[in-house]
C-alpha cells in the first residue's frame, strides 16, 4: 500500500511539473505572439510606403521577380532555422497576397 501511495505522489509531482512547465512554454508562445504581431505591423508600415510611391508612379502593384526572390531567400531562411520551408513560403505568400491588395488599394486612390 505504501508503494502505491508513493507512485501516487510521484505522478502527482510529475503532473505538477508538466502543468508549470507548460504555463512557462505558453508564457513565451504569447510573448512571441506579440513579437510577430509588432513586427507585422512595422512590415506593412513598409509596405503601405512602397504602395503609395507605386501609386505615384504608376507602377505596377505586382513585382514577380521580386517575389519570386523572396520566396527563395524566405525558404533558405527557413531551412537555416530549421523551419518547414513549405510552410514558410505559405506565410509569405500570404502576406504578398495582402500587400499585392493594399497597392492595388492605393493605385485606385483608396
Known amino acids: 500500500m505504501t508503494s502505491?501511495?508513493?507512485?501516487?505522489?510521484?505522478?502527482e509531482a510529475s503532473q505538477e511539473d508538466a502543468r508549470g512547465r507548460l504555463l512557462e512554454?505558453?508564457?513565451?508562445?504569447d510573448n512571441l505572439d506579440s513579437a510577430v504581431?509588432?513586427?507585422?505591423?512595422?512590415?506593412?508600415k513598409c509596405t503601405q510606403q512602397v504602395g503609395r510611391l507605386k501609386a505615384r508612379y504608376g507602377m505596377p502593384a505586382v513585382d514577380p521577380e521580386r517575389e519570386a526572390v523572396q520566396i527563395k531567400r524566405?525558404?533558405?531562411?527557413?531551412?537555416?532555422?530549421?523551419?518547414d520551408p513549405e510552410f514558410a513560403e505559405k506565410?509569405?505568400?500570404?502576406?504578398?497576397?495582402?500587400?499585392?491588395?493594399?497597392h492595388r488599394n492605393h493605385a485606385a486612390g483608396q
Open 37 to 44: 504581431v509588432h513586427l507585422l505591423a512595422e512590415r506593412f
Open 91 to 102: 506565410f509569405l505568400n500570404f502576406i504578398i497576397d495582402e500587400v499585392v491588395r493594399n
Open 4 to 11: 502505491d501511495l508513493s507512485t501516487m505522489q510521484d505522478t
Open 25 to 29: 512554454l505558453r508564457a513565451s508562445i
Open 74 to 83: 524566405l525558404r533558405s531562411l527557413a531551412e537555416e532555422a530549421h523551419l
